[in-house]
């Protein structure tokens, strides 16, 4: 059984940066099909990015080409870089793992952390 815990989260000020990683435990494969969500509460959790099936990154249009996802394949781990960070990035932010489906697209996530927490300030 996979697991998977994120570290990295914290609080910064609007404008700043923080990297958050994932690191899996029984997860030996490809990181095809791993992916960053966030969810404030009692919201729905949403994607942010996730790595496709043929291993090409799918950002959400809100990122605005200010997150860079990353792995580390040597560390089981699976980063997250976000910069310019504004007060409605403020979540939960969980790392996920799904499966190929045989094409591009992704099956899951089947697998969560426990989430971190970001929180940005004025």
């Known amino acids: 059984q996979v697991q ?3 570290s990295g989260g914290g609080s910064v000020q609007v404008g700043g940066s923080l990297r958050l990683s994932c690191t899996s435990f029984g ?6 099909c791993m992916s960053w969500f ?3 509460p009692g919201k729905e959790r949403e994607r942010v990015v996730i790595i496709d099936g043929i291993g090409v990154p799918k950002y959400a249009d809100f990122v605005k080409g200010r997150f860079t996802i990353s792995k580390d394949k040597a560390k089981n781990t699976l980063y997250l870089q976000m910069t310019s960070l504004k007060p409605e990035a403020t979540d939960m932010y969980y790392c996920g793992a799904g499966s ?10 089947d697998y969560w952390g426990q989430g971190t927490q970001v929180t940005v300030s004025s």
């Open 4 to 6: 998977l815990r994120e």
């Open 27 to 32: 997860y030996t494969y490809s990181m095809d």
């Open 38 to 40: 966030r969810q404030a």
């Open 100 to 109: 190929p489906t045989g094409d591009s697209n992704c099956s899951g996530p």
